[in-house]
């Protein structure tokens, strides 16, 4: 049977339009819900936002990987590490993520060990990140362009305030020597600046399963809901981890294993800065501490007149200095 | 009974003691182990810090719980000068002193602490800050106002410990303190606002922990209580120091400015606990103070240390000195857990991770108590800090006059205005 | 007249004057580099080319061998390389005025040439020593020659320049010294304090670490870096674990449980079967003998024996497992866990924190009883002063 064009749009306007409303209900109802459920603290406020056409990021899909860490050796090299042979002086083992290492394989065993999986850590390049707010004079910025995470060390004192607002545990202090840096994954910026014929990460350039790869947030964000639509049930909840985790990072996770499970802490959606928006507001323009110096200096004020009258007529009296 | 009029000296003691040798000789062990962290790092040997425990005993106990300790410049500041409580006058250079030395130990502290200090320079340029740091409102607010108010606040009993001891240089310090008088509520404005704002946002450096700070102690409401119980700590401390006063060197206490100390204390206390307890209650996690085990526990310790004190300093029994000491003590101790437990104590920062200090660490962190202690030791005999009678002052002078020929400590009369 | 002339030949001269072509030298010179690729400074960053252009222009070291309680296997194994001709060239590259088994002299002669050999170059010649000197009654358990063999050593030793112990025996008594010793046998560095000394353990040890240095001797003046048991880094640097065929077995354990079982036959890790290899310095995993691939014990089967460990060869029986963990490196696990673990209690530290809460704690206490026994309370007088 021939169909016109029209009957062809029309055909296809039914069969999507229900499909399209349901899927508006589906996620406008969730995120409503969502949304009446939070308190305060965790609304999705942000703070900061990217350009998502062109944040840069990496998606890592924990069911491609075969943990054969080729990632973390391209990474010590391209970033000029030293391996870190620490546990026993000869194995190049590190145990987590430090300044030796800016990129990590982790493998997760369940306790029966009947369930595995591996997990890449690195830094999330959080779109608001916690560790950039944390930090006092800017020594963690975040790339105008490219919304890249990266440490700048003249405006870095070393407080290690970024460890301790990054829900990850990503950025790492150098413990040893008088001059410490703080070293986290900057989406090899440094090496790419350098050679511009290197054009990626060193991660995603040696996976041989692409189980990491590289791009611009939303075509990430668009490959992984792709794979997740793909294969309904396979990864955990159905979810992208990284999507609104945090307020949304640059470096997404897809994992058949609960993202807890393998490190990915349930960490809300509020992004970290926005936890701190009650005390931002005590100083909304310095209105209140301002209000507050001048009633106080107007009450002290009077009070003070008051007190060294007293202290001259105790004066005379006593014959001795007055005290302030 | 004794009435204080005016801080006097404690005089007829010698400085140089042997308590004062030996904590010469811990500084000194604790300034060589400094000069070794600064050349190599914060490594193993030195600190038991590590990278999910970020922070060790130097920032969590020496600044953030000492310097509420040392909070007594700002909260009976507040009281005596804002709120026109007179008779909490007498103690403000004890107040003073205390936060003094709390602060800039502190300061030196968070300076060790640090992995690079030498760009610590950007705080004199406001156009580098970021606002949005609590960190950074506690640099700037705690080192202006540890080098400016708090600085100028104590200058008074050095002022006038010039004009007796040094005749040359009467005229001058005379000048400093008249100037000093124009200026004073402007710089005590100062002197509580900036306590204020800092030792909130010392609270506010854990909003950021997020669920890694224990339910119990995390709230939005943090650097509020956090404040509040500096507040109370710097009460704490103020009457601690009084009482072992009058135990090392037999001044009389004035019992009313104590019952006033007592009952601020006590109302301080009730006030936070009500305060901390209606922030759990509001925000549905009550039940976490029974259910969580070691968090659970660590809850009702420090409920039950804080308001037990105070409790029992309200009641007849806490009019006793001896009792009075150990409430004042408990509470503080109680205080200072809480001020410990968002960085360290309730703090679980990873599943397998804890945080114990290193022995070379330990050490740094008495050494600079043992600074303030030593500082506080010089000052009270060399200057008038510690309240009186006239009639002390008079004791003094005639003692003073005796072994120095030509000091004038008495007969001055009232300028002419 | 001739041995004037013939001394101060260079080792390249001598060479030729063999007829030793050069390839045949620069093919020992690339086996020299490949055995010490790192740790003499005669073959640090130099290729085999370089290498001979410079031993070739140093003269040829004169070299004393004594022999004591030995089984000659030393020499033998540096004798005994898979071509004839490679041996005749090592032996070229060195003057090697005296060494009892491979000399035709003997009784009186040998004597002689051993007198002759000492004082022609006395202060010059690198003397090597073979075998463990028995000391128990004055040494009267070896003679040469009349004389105790610790007088010998003694004796020759004062004149060298410095001294090589070759073999397990030499370095620290080896199979004579085992318990219960009866000769009371020992090394020769306990004997001689006042020369340097380099042991070269093994039993027998690899005759390229001998090579090595003494050519860095003879061409850099120098004697190469040594570990705390004067053995030369370059060659007793690592466990034979570090670098063991094997390896993978052990980490992934898989292990032979026996002698000819299936899984000995399939090359299984020998660490259970008693192999010393964990906690063995030497290079033998990497350095063969005889130029032969796999022509080790561990590569054919054996477990290693510990014979270059000073109290592990001939002290810990033959089939008594080490303790692998205590000694070397294993990985704690091949990947990192997803939380691992951070933090630890020092005995100092506790210690401390004990002490300082205690002194506090001792110190209020103090303080509230001292007030207490003045009975002072603020009660009445304030109440007075309340009701003025």
Not at chain 2, 65 to 81: E, R, Y
Not at chain 3, 303 to 313: H, L, M, N, Y
Request: charged share 20%; with cysteine.
């Amino acid at each position: 049977m021939a169909m016109t064009r029209r009957e062809a749009f029309k055909t296809l306007a039914k069969g999507t339009l229900p499909v399209l409303a349901a899927g508006c209900v589906s996620t406008a109802l969730p995120t409503a819900a969502r949304a009446a459920d939070d308190n305060e603290l965790e609304s999705n406020s942000k703070y900061r936002k990217v350009d998502e056409a062109h944040a840069l990021g990496l998606l890592y899909d924990a069911t491609k990987c075969v943990g054969c860490k080729s990632c973390m050796v391209k990474c010590s090299e391209y970033n000029e590490l030293k391996p870190d042979t620490r546990v026993d002086g000869i194995h190049q083992a590190p145990p987590s993520l430090n300044y030796f290492t800016k990129n990590l394989i982790k493998l997760y065993r369940s306790d029966d060990g009947s369930d595995h999986s591996y997990f890449k850590q690195q830094c999330m390049h959080c779109i608001d990140p916690g560790c950039m707010n944390a930090c006092m004079f800017g020594g963690l910025r975040k790339d105008e362009e490219t919304g890249v995470v990266w440490w700048y060390g003249p405006k870095c004192v070393g407080c290690r305030y970024c460890q301790i607002a990054c829900p990850f545990h990503i950025p790492a202090f150098q413990w040893d020597g008088f001059n410490p840096k703080i070293v986290k994954c900057e989406l090899c910026r440094t090496p790419m600046q350098k050679d511009p014929s290197k054009k990626e990460p060193g991660c995603t350039k040696v996976c041989p399963t692409n189980a990491v790869i590289y791009g611009t947030r939303k075509d990430l964000l668009a490959e992984a809901k792709r794979r997740v639509a793909a294969a309904p049930g396979k990864y955990y909840q159905d979810k992208v981890y990284g999507e609104h985790d945090a307020g949304g990072t640059q470096v997404l996770y897809l994992s058949r294993v609960g993202y807890d499970k393998i490190g990915l802490p349930d960490v809300g959606e509020a992004s970290i800065p926005s936890t701190l928006k009650y005390s931002h507001m005590a100083y909304k323009w310095m209105v209140l501490p301002l209000l507050l110096y001048g009633t106080m200096v107007a009450l002290a004020s009077k009070n003070f007149a008051h007190h060294s009258h007293h202290l001259v007529e105790e004066q005379k009296e006593t014959g001795l200095r007055p005290q302030l | 009974m004794t009435r204080w009029e005016r801080s006097v000296p404690v005089y007829g003691v010698p400085v140089l003691t042997r308590g004062f040798w030996a904590l010469c000789a811990l500084i000194a062990v604790g300034l060589v182990l400094t000069g070794y962290r600064e050349v190599a790092g914060l490594t193993a040997g030195i600190s038991g810090m590590t990278d999910p425990f970020a922070w060790g005993l130097w920032k969590t106990f020496n600044v953030m719980v000492l310097t509420g300790l040392g909070s007594g410049g700002f909260a009976v500041g507040i009281a005596a000068w804002v709120f026109n409580n007179k008779k909490l006058h007498s103690v403000m250079r004890v107040a003073l002193l205390t936060s003094c030395l709390a602060y800039w130990t502190g300061l030196c502290m968070l300076g060790i602490d640090v992995g690079r200090p030498w760009n610590f320079y950007w705080v004199v340029l406001p156009w580098q800050w970021n606002l949005h740091s609590p960190l950074l409102e506690i640099a700037v607010c705690m080192s202006l106002y540890a080098s400016v108010p708090l600085f100028l606040e104590n200058l008074p009993p050095i002022f006038e410990y010039i004009i007796y001891e040094f005749p040359k240089w009467r005229s001058i310090a005379e000048t400093c303190e008249s100037v000093m008088a124009k200026v004073y509520p402007f710089i005590i404005g100062l002197a509580y606002i900036l306590p204020m704002m800092h030792q909130s946002s010392l609270g506010a450096l854990m909003v950021l922990g997020g669920k890694r700070v224990h339910t119990l102690w995390q709230t939005p409401c943090l650097p509020l209580i956090y404040v509040w119980a500096a507040a109370y700590l710097g009460y704490n401390c103020v009457t601690l120091c009084i009482l072992l006063a009058k135990l090392a060197w037999k001044r009389d206490v004035d019992p009313v400015v104590m019952a006033e100390l007592n009952k601020l204390t006590v109302w301080l206390v009730y006030s936070w606990t009500a305060f901390r307890f209606l922030d759990i209650i509001v925000r549905g996690k009550f039940l976490h103070a029974f259910t969580d085990g070691y968090f659970s526990i660590l809850f009702w310790v420090e409920t039950a240390l804080t308001l037990g004190s105070a409790y029992v300093l309200s009641t007849e029994k806490g009019k006793k000195l001896s009792t009075m000491f150990n409430a004042h003590l408990l509470c503080a101790v109680g205080g200072m857990i809480y001020r410990f437990s968002p960085t360290t104590l309730a703090f679980s920062a990873k599943e397998n991770a804890f945080y114990f200090p290193a022995a070379a660490e330990l050490i740094v962190c008495l050494t600079f108590i043992a600074i303030a202690v030593l500082g506080y030791l010089v000052a009270v005999k060399k200057l008038a800090i510690l309240p009186g009678s006239n009639e002390d002052w008079m004791k003094m002078a005639k003692y003073e006059e005796s072994i120095k020929p030509g000091i004038q400590l008495t007969g001055y009369a009232p300028a002419d205005h | 007249m001739a041995k004037d002339a013939f001394e101060k030949e260079t080792i390249a001269q001598s060479l030729k004057n063999a007829g030793y072509s050069r390839r045949d030298f620069i093919q020992l010179c690339t086996t020299l580099v490949a055995t010490a690729p790192m740790g003499l400074a005669l073959t640090e960053n130099a290729t085999p080319a370089e290498v001979a252009k410079n031993v070739g222009k140093a003269k040829k070291p004169s070299v004393v061998w004594l022999h004591f309680q030995d089984c000659t296997g030393c020499s033998e194994s540096l004798l005994r390389t898979s071509k004839p001709d490679v041996a005749d060239l090592i032996i070229n590259l060195i003057s090697l005025d005296y060494h009892e088994t491979l000399m035709v002299a003997c009784g009186d002669q040998a004597e002689a040439a051993l007198k002759s050999a000492v004082e022609e170059n006395a202060g010059k010649f690198v003397l090597v020593v073979e075998g463990s000197i028995p000391r128990k009654d004055k040494g009267v358990y070896m003679m040469l020659g009349g004389k105790p063999a610790i007088d010998v050593l003694k004796e020759t030793a004062s004149k060298a320049a410095a001294i090589i112990a070759m073999g397990s025996c030499a370095s620290w008594g080896g199979v004579p010294s085992a318990d219960p010793n009866p000769t009371d046998a020992t090394g020769v560095d306990q004997i001689i304090t006042d020369k340097p000394i380099v042991n070269i353990p093994g039993c027998p040890p690899n005759p390229y670490t001998l090579l090595g240095v003494v050519l860095e001797y003879a061409v850099m003046g120098k004697l190469p870096a040594c570990d705390s048991l004067k053995r030369p880094k370059f060659s007793f640097d690592r466990v034979i674990h570090d670098h063991c065929p094997r390896r993978a077995h052990f980490d992934a354990g898989r292990f032979a449980d026996g002698y000819g079982t299936p899984s000995h036959r399939q090359g299984y890790c020998l660490f259970k079967l008693g192999c010393k290899g964990p906690v063995t310095h030497a290079g033998c995993s990497t350095r063969h003998f005889n130029e032969i691939p796999d022509c080790w014990p561990i590569g054919l089967g054996a477990p290693c024996f510990g014979c270059t460990e000073k109290g592990v060869g001939f002290t810990i029986p033959l089939f008594d497992r080490v303790d692998a963990h205590g000694f070397t490196a294993t990985p704690p696990d091949t990947y990192a866990p997803i939380s691992s673990t951070f933090g630890k209690v020092g005995a100092g530290a506790a210690l401390l924190v004990g002490l300082a809460s205690g002194a506090l704690a001792g110190a209020s206490w103090a303080a509230s009883q001292k007030l207490a026994s003045s009975e002072e309370t603020i009660a009445d007088e304030a109440k007075t002063s309340g009701g003025k």
